[in-house]
């Protein structure tokens, strides 16, 4: 089974300012994918970022980038300029990627940030 | 954007009633429906696997019994919590996978807005 590390259970940050979020796994997959999702309290999970093990560049969308180092099998999320929004449960989940079949998603033990003024 | 729906939001039941849980793909087809269950300040955990027209895949440790999917049709997938008991009661989240992802560089799961199950 993987094995999710999400070392925060708790982060605070000033508003405007960045944060990383840490995600190690353990996965013995060639190819594989890493998604970060949101869980604000209402309990929806939102995507927010996607890399996967075979592409060259580190992933960005918007305000979230990641910091993707194959080799120590770790992608840290960092969110730039932080908003009050942004207060909520952070997962991070890796799949190994079978063509033709799906792919199922293990997730970490979550980091609850919470931005503050 | 991939909508998923589940219905209902929240439910209250009595002790060994069942509850069905239903988990919808709005505008776009699922082959494949994910089954997640969430305790209080904890992560999400797969119950099953569910596959159109198939039966389901139960991760170690759920109960296929008490945990009954069905995937009847390509946007529908339910979920029977049955003869619930208190410690049933948890935050249910299913997640629909495009059958147009297949494939595709990015496998794509959409999260329905869960289901707060609380047995008394």
């Known amino acids: 089974a993987q094995k999710i590390t999400q070392t925060q259970p708790g982060m605070f940050v000033q508003e405007k300012e960045a944060v990383t979020l840490d995600c190690t796994y353990d996965?013995?997959?060639?190819?594989?994918?890493l998604f970060w999702y949101k869980q604000p309290s209402s309990g929806e999970m939102i995507f927010l970022i996607y890399?996967?093990?075979?592409?060259?560049q580190n992933a960005t969308e918007g305000r979230y980038s990641l910091n993707f180092q194959k080799a120590r099998k770790s992608a840290n999320l960092v969110i730039s300029a932080s908003q009050l929004g942004d207060s909520a449960m952070y997962f991070c989940?890796?799949?190994?990627?079978?063509?033709?079949?799906?792919?199922?998603?293990?997730f970490g033990t979550g980091t609850r940030l919470q931005v503050t003024l | 954007g991939a909508v998923v729906s589940q219905h209902p939001s929240w439910v209250i039941c009595k002790s060994g009633t069942s509850v069905k849980i239903e988990c919808r793909s709005l505008?776009?087809?699922?082959?494949?429906m994910f089954w997640y269950r969430q305790f209080p300040k904890q992560s999400l955990m797969l119950m099953a696997t569910?596959?159109?027209?198939?039966?389901?895949?139960?991760e170690q440790g759920v109960e296929k019994d008490k945990f009954l999917i069905n995937h009847a049709s390509l946007t529908l997938s339910t979920l029977t919590v049955t003869s619930a008991h208190p410690e049933d009661s948890s935050f249910y989240i299913c997640?629909?996978?495009?059958?147009?992802?297949?494939?595709?560089?990015?496998?794509?799961?959409?999260f329905g807005p869960g289901t707060r199950l609380t047995v008394l």
């Open positions: 997640s629909a996978r495009d059958l147009q992802s297949l494939g595709q560089r990015m496998d794509t799961q959409y």
């Open positions: 996965t013995s997959d060639p190819s594989y994918g």
């Open positions: 890399q996967g093990s075979y592409d060259q």
């Open positions: 989940a890796p799949q190994a990627i079978n063509t033709g079949t799906a792919s199922k998603l293990t």
């Open positions: 505008d776009f087809q699922a082959t494949t």
């Open positions: 569910s596959n159109e027209g198939s039966k389901a895949t139960y």
